[in-house]
């Protein structure tokens, strides 16, 4: 958990968009419509933006745990 708590501090300085994204969809439970209109963004960006953050989340998340 921590791990991944700073694994998206760290992706809120790449794409804070991207972050949003991560915590509408994974913590508050929203799907990619109530996510793409509490953002004021499309729901093409929302899927990009998760698509984007999910590998990069799994990627820093691999990294940790490897040491």
């Known amino acids: 958990v921590v791990m991944l708590d700073e694994a998206l501090r760290e992706l809120s300085q790449v794409d804070a968009r991207a972050s949003h994204v991560v915590e509408c969809r994974f913590f508050a439970g929203m799907d990619v419509d109530e996510t793409?209109?509490?953002?004021?963004?499309?729901?093409?960006?929302?899927?990009?933006?998760?698509?984007?953050?999910?590998?990069?989340?799994?990627?820093?998340?691999?990294?940790?745990?490897?040491?």
């Open 36 to 67: 793409a209109e509490a953002l004021g963004v499309s729901t093409a960006t929302v899927k990009r933006d998760w698509r984007f953050a999910r590998a990069w989340l799994a990627e820093r998340v691999d990294e940790g745990s490897h040491g």
